[in-house]
T-cell receptor
């Protein structure tokens, strides 16, 4: 059974650009959550999707957005990149967010220069 | 607002030692608690999930306990090995998505 797949694994972008990250959950999982991990702040929740609907959103500016497709794959987009957006972005997949085991992908390392 | 604290932040032990990692949370209204392992630059690997109605879970050399009323969980690692070196994170879920602690960075010295 394939795990959670995140693409790309690494990205280098310039300030002001935008970026799109992708997450394919485990087959049969309809819940996808995104987290940002930085050395100073640890893991912070970005947003959660279930069956194409955003159910929760973390305390991040509107430059951060996401969506989920009918096949449960999810994308997150960051516009007008800032140096502080450099982080490891992690995606979690579960049957039912918060109530069942969460499985994480390997993450996308974003570096903004 | 749920807050999760992990103590200690870092731990170094000789190979073969048994050790305990601690996790505490402020709001006892949780669905479950999950322990993860993270190797440098990698994603999170789920180790154990404890439902709120359970007291403990075991997997191999790992044993996790949960005392929901006091807001505490421990992860016990028996006979530690150098391959156990990693950062260990606990996370709780409730009416909000997973809330994580900052982790305990474990080094097991051969």
């Amino acid at each position: 059974k394939a795990g959670v797949t995140q693409t790309p694994r690494y990205l280098i972008k310039t300030r002001g650009q935008q970026v799109t990250l992708s997450c394919s959950p485990i087959s049969g999982h309809r819940s996808v959550s995104w987290y940002q991990q930085t050395p100073g702040q640890g893991l912070q929740f970005l947003f959660e999707y279930f069956s194409e609907t955003q159910r929760n959103k973390g305390n991040f500016p509107g430059r951060f957005s996401g969506r989920q497709f009918s096949n449960s794959r999810s994308e997150m987009n960051v516009s007008t990149l800032e140096l502080g957006d450099s982080a490891l972005y992690l995606c979690a997949s579960s049957l039912e967010s918060g109530r069942t085991e969460a499985f994480f992908g390997q993450g996308t390392r974003l570096t903004v220069v | 607002k749920q807050e999760v604290t992990q103590i200690p932040a870092a731990l170094s032990v000789p190979e073969g030692e048994n050790l305990v990692l601690n996790c505490s949370f402020t709001d006892s209204a949780i669905y479950n608690l999950q322990w993860f392992r993270q190797d440098p630059g990698k994603g999170l690997t789920s180790l154990l999930l404890i439902q709120s109605s359970q007291r403990e879970q075991t997997s191999g050399r790992l044993n996790a306990s949960l005392d929901k009323s006091s807001g505490r969980s421990t992860l016990y690692i028996a006979a530690s090995q150098p391959g156990d070196s990693a950062t260990y994170l606990c996370a709780v879920s409730g009416n909000t998505p997973l809330v994580f602690g900052k982790g305990t960075r474990l080094s097991v010295i051969a």
